[in-house]
């Protein structure tokens, strides 16, 4: 969570917009859409001590604190503690949007601000991949020679990840095996082919899912 600051700015969710696009989104609007306002900041407010002296008005999302407020100075300071928080200063013209650190009692007393205001935005996480299942394929190799005294069968169990039984399914189809494992490498025939074929898949609960 970023807590954003306005010195005087009313309408400070538009000034974030326009800052968060212009300076980290490059202008991509696809990219400003994954950062969200935070429409309830009581929780926080209160874990600082500072809530009560907050009010709303039609925003969803800003919470305003009169300067004029006898504990101002301190809830302030308060503020200043909170390293993540990116201060918006009021200006006259041009309507500039981006942070200021010139946001000391003195230019608050110079140019007669009569309020902050704060609000929040966090950056939408992206959605989290689907954790991979887990399953085991036992294997039946088979080599083929000129002489068929020479074929060679050979059984083995390899541990796979995929998404459910169709996509190892699909990973099995495409995969390029080793026939290494059934190479007689002492026949004296010429070697004609090799196959594998998959016939029992278990899940990591050791259920059998396929038997053939």
């Known amino acids: 969570m970023e807590y954003w600051v306005g010195i005087g700015v009313d309408n400070l969710e538009d ?10 989104c ?5 990219k400003l859409s994954k950062y969200t306002f935070i429409e309830n900041l009581e929780e926080d407010l209160k874990d600082r001590g500072i809530f009560d002296n907050f009010y709303k008005n039609k925003s969803k999302h800003n919470y305003y604190l009169d300067t004029s407020n006898k504990s101002f100075k301190k809830i302030f300071n308060k503020i200043l503690e909170n390293k993540s928080a990116t201060f918006v200063n009021k200006y006259e013209h041009d309507h500039e949007t981006g942070p200021s650190y010139i946001t000391t009692e003195k230019y608050i007393k110079e140019n007669k601000v009569k309020f902050i205001s704060i609000c929040a935005t966090e950056v939408k996480k992206g959605k989290t991949k689907k954790e991979l299942s887990k399953f085991k394929v036992t294997f039946k190799y088979k080599s083929y020679y000129e002489n068929k005294k020479e074929n060679l069968t050979k059984i083995e169990t390899l541990n ?6 169709k996509n190892l399914l699909k990973i099995l189809d495409k995969e390029d095996y080793d026939d290494s494992i059934v190479l007689n490498y002492k026949a004296k025939s010429r070697s004609l082919s090799t196959e594998r074929d998959y016939i029992k898949i278990t899940d990591e609960s050791n259920k059998v899912l396929v038997k053939q």
């Open 15 to 24: 000034r974030v917009k326009a800052y968060i696009l212009m300076n980290r």
């Open 26 to 30: 490059m202008l991509d609007q696809k």
């Open 160 to 165: 796979y990840e995929a998404k459910n039984l």
